[in-house]
C-alpha cells in the first residue's frame, strides 16, 4: 500500500539500484535449477576491467555464484554483476534482455536496463513506482536470501570489505 508518494513514474538512472534486479535474475535462475550456489564462473578480462564499485575478484579465477550474488549485494561490485551475466547468459547485453523480460513481466512499465549495474547509459532508466514493485517480488519470491541484504561485510579471499549502505551502522 502505498502510503505516499512524489513523481513515483518520472524515469531516472537507477544506478546501483539496478543490481536489485541483476540479483533477482540469477535468483530466478537458481529457483528455476538452471544454476547452483555453489557452481563455479571464471572471471572474465571484461567483469575485471568493469569500472565502478568492484569486490575485486581476479581475472581468469573461478569464484562461486553464492560469492559472487553477495558480492553484488554486499558490496555492490559492478565486476561480480558482469560475471553473473556472462555466466547466465553468454554476454552483458543478453542477460539485459533477460533483465527487461522479468520486468516487463513483473508490470515494470517505465523501465529499461542496458547493463547489469546501473552504469550511465541514455537507454538505461527505471521510476521509484518500478524499483518498489521489483523489491517486494524480490522479498516475496526469495525470502530465504533476503537477510543477505543485512551482512555488514563480506571477506573473498582473505579481503573483508564493508557493506557500503550506512544505514546498517
Known amino acids: 500500500q502505498v502510503l505516499a508518494e512524489k513523481n513515483a513514474d518520472d524515469r531516472l ?3 546501483s539500484l539496478t543490481k536489485i534486479m541483476t540479483v533477482y535474475v540469477v535468483l530466478r535462475e537458481l529457483e528455476n535449477g538452471h544454476l547452483k ?3 563455479k564462473t571464471r572471471i572474465s578480462e571484461k567483469a575485471w576491467r ?3 564499485s568492484r569486490m575485486f575478484v581476479e581475472v581468469n579465477k573461478h569464484v562461486s555464484i553464492k560469492d559472487l550474488l553477495k558480492g553484488v549485494i554486499i558490496q555492490s561490485g559492478n565486476d561480480a554483476t558482469v560475471a553473473l551475466a556472462e555466466h547466465v547468459a553468454g554476454d552483458e547485453s543478453t542477460f539485459a534482455e533477460l533483465m527487461n523480460q522479468h520486468a516487463a513481466r513483473l508490470g515494470m512499465i517505465n523501465t529499461h536496463f542496458t547493463d547489469s549495474n546501473g552504469l550511465p547509459s541514455p537507454d538505461h532508466f527505471s521510476t521509484a513506482r518500478d ?5 517486494q ?3 516475496k519470491e526469495f525470502p530465504d536470501y533476503y ?3 543485512s551482512e555488514k561485510e563480506f571477506t573473498l579471499n582473505n579481503n573483508t570489505q564493508p557493506n557500503p549502505n550506512k544505514l546498517l551502522r
Open 131 to 135: 524499483m518498489a514493485v521489483l523489491t
Open 37 to 39: 550456489l555453489d557452481e
Open 137 to 139: 517480488a524480490l522479498i
Open 13 to 15: 538512472a537507477p544506478a
Open 147 to 149: 537477510l543477505w541484504f
Open 50 to 52: 568493469t569500472p565502478g
